[in-house]
C-alpha cells in the first residue's frame, strides 16, 4: 500500500502541465496547485499516446518534472557528510546517476495512475521560510484517504522546488538516506554510483520496454 501511494504521489509531481521555461514559482502552494489542478486531467488525455510511444514519456519528464523537483539537493541530502570526502568529479557523477534513479523511479510511476484527485491543505505563512511543507489528501474511490506531505525548498533565487514525498509517515528522501547513503559510508561513492547506473539502465528497460 505505502510504495503505490509513494508512485501516485510521484505521479502528481511528475505532470505539472507547464513546459519547462514557463513558470518559476515563488509561493510553494500555487506551486503545488498548479500541479493538482493540471497533472491527472493531462495524464488521462495522454495516457493512450504514452501506452503507443513509452520514449515519450521519458520526454514528458524531462520537460515537466526537472523544473519542479530540487534533485541536486536531494542528492546531496543523501551522500551527506561523504560529499565532503568525494572528489567534485565524483559528487557530479552521482548526482547525475541519483537523477536518473528519480526520473526512472517517477516513470514507472505513471503506470500507477488511475483517476485520483487531491485535497490541499489550507495555505500556511511561508515568507520567512526556507522549506516547507505542503499537506495534501490523495482521495480515491472506494478507498480510505491518503496523507501526503510534499517538502519544498526555496532556492537561492526565490523559486521554490519540491525535494521530497512523505507518505503515511514515511520519508522518500529519508529512505533512500538510509539505503545509498549506508551504501556510500561502506562501499564508497564510485562504488555506488555505479550501482545506481546500473539500476537505472534496468530501470528505463522495465519502463519502456526497450533495451539500452
Known amino acids: 500500500m505505502l510504495k503505490r501511494v509513494l508512485q501516485l504521489g510521484l505521479v502528481l509531481l511528475m505532470a505539472a502541465g507547464l513546459p519547462a521555461w ?59 557528510q561523504q560529499a565532503r570526502l568525494a572528489t567534485r568529479e565524483q559528487r557530479q557523477a552521482f548526482t547525475e546517476q541519483f537523477k536518473e534513479y528519480m526520473l526512472a523511479t517517477f516513470a514507472n510511476a505513471f503506470n500507477k ?24 489528501k490523495l482521495i480515491e474511490k472506494q478507498r480510505e484517504p491518503v496523507d501526503l506531505q510534499f517538502k519544498a525548498r526555496k532556492n537561492k533565487k526565490g523559486h521554490w522546488k519540491v525535494f521530497d514525498l512523505v507518505a503515511e509517515g514515511i520519508s522518500l528522501l529519508a529512505s533512500q538516506q538510509a539505503e545509498l547513503g549506508g551504501l556510500i559510508r561502506q562501499n564508497g561513492i564510485e562504488s555506488v554510483t555505479a ?3 546500473e539500476r537505472n539502465r534496468q530501470g528505463i528497460v522495465a519502463t519502456t520496454g526497450q533495451s539500452q
Open 22 to 80: 514557463a513558470t518559476n514559482y515563488t509561493n510553494p502552494y500555487e506551486m503545488m496547485q498548479q500541479v493538482a489542478d493540471k497533472a491527472f486531467a493531462r495524464l488521462a488525455e495522454e495516457r493512450s499516446a504514452l501506452e503507443q510511444d513509452p520514449d515519450k514519456v521519458r520526454v514528458l519528464i524531462d520537460e515537466e518534472l526537472l523544473p519542479y523537483i530540487d534533485y541536486k539537493y536531494a542528492a546531496y541530502k543523501v551522500m551527506g
Open 113 to 136: 495512475y488511475n483517476d485520483q484527485t487531491l485535497e490541499f491543505a489550507p495555505e500556511q505563512p511561508y515568507q520567512d521560510a526556507k522549506i516547507v511543507a505542503i499537506n495534501v
Open 195 to 197: 550501482q545506481l547506473a
